[in-house]
């Protein structure tokens, strides 16, 4: 569109081609140059026309602007759908979906604009500069963009106020542009007022579009905001086409009666709508497409977290069966041997801390605590009077003594439940010696389980300070020194060495586990039951 005020034309005037009665030229503050005719004045700021005088008449196709406000509100609807999907997502995902919503908000803006230019109804022909249209286009999804990207990262309303002024100045730089890209043998002003009204809706408009974008996650609340929206985007629009005065110059029309280089409006407005319709309608339901897999994820998700909560509860509950099952084998352990109170807690506690300070985990460790006290259950099977024997047992007694270790191994081994296992192999080996002279199989070294090998040093160590029916309790000072000479020989010499350097903790156990005569707990119910 040639410069308004070129030529020397008389833009403004009472009459749209009559003579101009006066004219005086001035320049405006800024550089601009000021007109004033018998009607009204007119001045031209960074390339816009602006007056106060009339122009021609002008209207609007009613279907095309009713059109153009389906198109807006299509849009708005897609870009609050995808600012959505974008605000519930991160890294790349949500780049992709930002881009999504500004293309769909911005492309949606500008075919609603566009739609609009279309609908204009004016006693003069009017093309289309494709560049600048195409220009108009990139304007308002960039703007958009940018929008969008700074209240992604905050949110506040200081932020969404800032990023609305921005993105509507973006918008009335798109309108305008576009409004630029007319071609048609007239010249172009606007009215001042509308304009800076038009302005101001656009920067109100934007701002509540992102406010909207941050706060609307319901199907209605969505559709409402975008109808609203759609209200706002179309009243900007209308608003600056009021402030529109157009004056037809003849000599702007080419000999041949075209419009040069523009592009005739006829069905580009079924070509704009269908386009903007079909890709609004694409991002909708790739959006869509995605929340249902979004939500078929998370109800898998959901469905893995209860399956987890559940095996998680049948792990306890199996954890609970297996404390239960090694505290009823204990107490059966007792019915048949009860005169070593309470060394088998002592012996499991001492065990849990020898454990953890030989860096064993705290898993691990709390294991050890539950599976120990089953370490000599295989006396069950020792005849009565080879267990109970007051006094020291004869060698052939010994040779009976000695198959408990084989028998609790046999008794708790094969059961697939791990603090049952952890028991048969304590129950096996923790009278193997570090030298291969233990028994049941002669284990040497660091082929003794490393169970094992802990329990020894614990039921060793508690069971020379106790007090049994073939001997008296041994005092600290001799237990440790046979600790020592033990340490290569019976025991692991690292874990003796880790032990003694824990001694206190170890003597506090015995303490807090003091001996006294006891009813086994399952005979103590079964009396009580009678």
């Not at 509100?73 to 959505?84: K, T, V, W």
């Not at 603090?419 to 192999?425: G, M, N, Q, S």
């Not at 586990?513 to 707990?521: I, N, W």
Request: a neutral charge; charged letters at 15%.
């Amino acid at each position: 569109m040639p410069d308004c005020w070129s030529r020397d034309f008389p833009l403004f005037e009472a009459r749209p081609l009559g003579r101009v009665s006066s004219k005086i030229g001035g320049t405006a503050a800024g550089g601009g140059r000021v007109f004033s005719g018998v009607w009204g004045m007119s001045i031209q700021l960074a390339g816009l026309c602006f007056t106060t005088a009339s122009g021609l008449p002008f209207s609007h196709d009613r279907w095309l602007v009713a059109l153009s406000y389906a198109v807006a509100a299509f849009a708005s609807y897609s870009a609050l759908d995808m600012a959505e999907r974008m605000h519930r997502t991160d890294g790349a995902a949500r780049m992709m979906w930002q881009g999504c919503a500004a293309a769909a908000l911005g492309g949606g803006i500008w075919a609603m604009h566009f739609i609009g230019m279309l609908a204009l109804t004016i006693d003069t022909p009017i093309a289309y500069d494709p560049v600048k249209t195409l220009l108009s286009l990139v304007t308002s999804v960039a703007f958009v963009a940018v929008g969008f990207r700074i209240i992604q990262r905050r949110r506040s309303p200081a932020t969404i106020a800032a990023a609305g002024v921005i993105v509507g100045l973006g918008v009335a730089a798109m309108h305008y542009l576009g409004m630029a890209a007319m071609v048609l043998p007239a010249r172009i002003a606007y009215e001042p007022a509308l304009w800076s009204l038009s302005v101001a809706i656009a920067a109100a408009a934007a701002a509540a579009g992102l406010w909207l974008a941050t706060r609307i996650h319901r199907l209605l609340e969505r559709t409402l905001a975008a109808l609203v929206m759609a209200v706002a985007v179309c009243g900007m629009h209308y608003t600056g086409m009021a402030a529109l005065v157009v004056q037809v110059d003849p000599t702007l029309m080419a000999a041949d009666g075209n419009l040069g280089d523009g592009v005739s409006s006829g069905p580009l407005a079924a070509v704009v709508a269908v386009a903007a319709f079909g890709l609004l309608l694409l991002a909708l339901v790739s959006a869509m497409a995605d929340r249902k897999v979004s939500a078929a994820s998370a109800r898998e998700a959901a469905a893995l977290r209860i399956a987890n909560l559940e095996l998680e509860a049948a792990r306890l509950q199996l954890e609970a069966n297996q404390r239960e099952i090694i505290r009823r084998l204990c107490s059966a352990g007792e019915f048949r041997d009860n005169e070593t109170g309470q060394h088998v807690a002592r012996m499991a506690q001492i065990s849990h801390q020898l454990a953890l300070a030989a860096g064993c985990t705290a898993n691990y460790a709390a294991q050890l605590l539950e599976a120990a006290p089953l370490h000599d259950i295989g006396k069950i099977g020792v005849p009565d009077q080879v267990l109970l024997k007051a006094g020291r047992l004869e060698p052939e007694e010994w040779v009976i003594m000695r198959r408990h270790a084989s028998i609790g191994q046999r008794l708790l081994a094969g059961s697939g439940l791990p603090l049952l296992d952890l028991a048969a192999e304590i129950a096996g080996t923790h009278h193997e010696k570090w030298d291969g002279t233990g028994y049941p199989a002669g284990l040497r070294g660091t082929e003794i389980p490393l169970s094992g090998r802990i329990v020894a040093i614990a039921d060793v160590f508690d069971a020379l300070l106790s007090a049994r029916p073939y001997k008296e309790p041994w005092p600290l000072e001799k237990v440790v020194g046979f600790m020592r000479e033990q340490a290569g020989l019976h025991f692991d010499p690292d874990l003796v060495t880790v032990f003694l350097d824990r001694l206190d903790v170890m003597v506090a156990i015995r303490g807090r586990f003091v001996d006294v005569e006891h009813t086994p707990p399952l005979l103590a119910e079964a009396g009580a039951a009678e």
